[in-house]
């Protein structure tokens, strides 16, 4: 083959966002769009979720296999003790608050300087733990810092979820509460191929170190097209209000040609299973902790409604419910502000991103696609 033909060949095989294009192979999670199905490391979602702690996930993750009890102990207590940040790694975000800087690029900010205390010569799974069990410190430490509140130092006698509600708030959080947000991190931990983790997957290739992977990945993540946009299906939910309004609300904006925040997906063209699970879960710590349950009746109400007018005004576009719906509904039931829900999900994608970067890793390959030109040719 000539250099003309090979280049011709690159020209026609252009994917603009690279949609269909497979870049990588994994075993950490599938996602069937057609189906609605999410595996979690070769397990369905549903029956993973709810029934096990985030630290369970990370090793299903990290290591191919739910852990036995020994190694779970030794997992929670090595995230446990790795969470304190660094004084100057505070005064940071110290500063970042006065600012009043975004709390997801606090996080980025902050993320980028963990590497001060820790050793190169560790091995990557430290490294890795120590990311993991420092960004839910972050996140909280910045939060109050940034309300005028003083950081609540790590319990390492609570695992990492409810833990990261203990720094938040300073109360211990209930059960219902830490299963609720147990089961949010399990759910939202891996997604396939998406933008932040083929980001942390494309750093990591050049055999750089986990901590720029996780920067890059954060760094996506804070994009509105990612994770960057949280709290708009919400919004709508109290903007209806009472479910009588429902239906009127709903249509207005459909003929306005707006769209429904919380509905339709790229991939899940049937409900997307995080949606079942998250909706499931948000119900239970509902009823658990004597939370809002009008509320929680409202947004199934608005759900019903949506799903019923999109499949009327974009027949065969099977527009459902997506994973922010619920994720919303269930973070709230948390207590936690809008500006929390990206960080929170950036704390359990982490996992994830982790885990891609040890997968790719393994396969000791650069990751170095083509670009198609298409400006002029010039002489001088
Ligand atoms: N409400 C009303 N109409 C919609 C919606 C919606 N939520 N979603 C898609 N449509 C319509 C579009 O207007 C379009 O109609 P048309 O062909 O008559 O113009 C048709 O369905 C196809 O839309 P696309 O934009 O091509 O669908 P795509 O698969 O690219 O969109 C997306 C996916 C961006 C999530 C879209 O459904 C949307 O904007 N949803 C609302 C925002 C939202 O919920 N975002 C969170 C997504 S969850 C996640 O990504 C983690």
Redesign the pocket.
């Known amino acids: 083959m000539t250099i003309t033909e090979k280049v011709v060949e690159t020209q026609n095989g252009f994917k603009p966002g690279l949609e269909g294009v497979v870049a990588a192979e994994t075993r950490l999670s599938h996602v069937d769009g057609q189906k609605g199905e999410l595996l979690i490391g070769g397990y369905p979602l549903a029956e993973l979720a709810s029934d096990v702690t985030f630290e369970e996930t990370v090793l299903l993750l990290w290591h191919g296999a739910l852990p036995n009890q020994q190694e779970l102990a030794a997992f929670r207590q090595q995230v446990a003790t790795l969470r304190t940040l660094p004084t100057a790694i505070v005064d940071l975000l110290a500063a970042a608050a006065q600012q009043r800087i975004p709390t997801m690029t606090a996080l980025r900010m902050a993320a980028g300087t963990l590497d001060l205390d820790s050793d190169p010569r560790e091995e990557k799974e430290t490294q890795a733990a120590r990311l993991l069990a420092r960004l839910p410190t972050i996140v909280a430490t910045y939060w109050r810092l940034l309300h005028g509140q003083a950081p609540i130092a790590p319990d390492s006698a609570l695992d990492h979820a409810a833990n990261y509600l203990y720094m938040l708030t300073g109360e211990r959080p209930t059960q219902a509460q830490v299963r609720g947000l147990e089961t949010y991190l399990n759910t939202v931990v891996d997604?396939g191929l998406n933008a932040s983790t083929f980001a942390a997957r494309v750093i990591i290739a050049t055999d750089t170190d986990l901590t720029s992977a996780l920067v890059g990945a954060l760094g996506a993540l804070k994009g509105p097209l990612?994770?960057g946009?949280p709290g708009?299906?919400l919004d709508m939910v109290f903007e209806i209000g009472e479910a009588v309004r429902a239906d009127a609300y709903l249509r207005a904006k459909?003929e306005r040609?707006?769209?429904?925040?919380?509905?339709?997906?790229?991939v899940y063209k049937v409900r997307?299973p995080r949606a079942e699970v998250l909706s499931q879960a948000a119900e239970q710590m509902f009823r658990a902790g004597g939370g809002d349950m009008a509320l929680y009746t409202l947004v199934k109400t608005v759900e019903q409604t949506a799903v019923a007018l999109?499949a009327e005004?974009?027949p065969g576009?099977n527009?459902q419910t997506?994973?922010?719906?619920y994720t919303a509904l269930l973070l709230h039931g948390l207590g936690l502000d809008t500006d929390l829900f990206t960080p929170t999900f950036a704390i359990s994608r982490a996992a994830g991103w982790l885990a891609h970067c040890f997968e790719q890793q393994a396969t000791g390959r650069l990751i170095r696609p083509q670009s198609r030109y298409v400006g002029p040719i010039r002489h001088r």
């Open positions: 997604h990612h994770g946009a708009p299906a459909l040609g707006e769209r429904l925040m919380g509905f339709g997906h790229r997307d999109l005004y974009k576009r527009l997506n994973v922010e719906f």
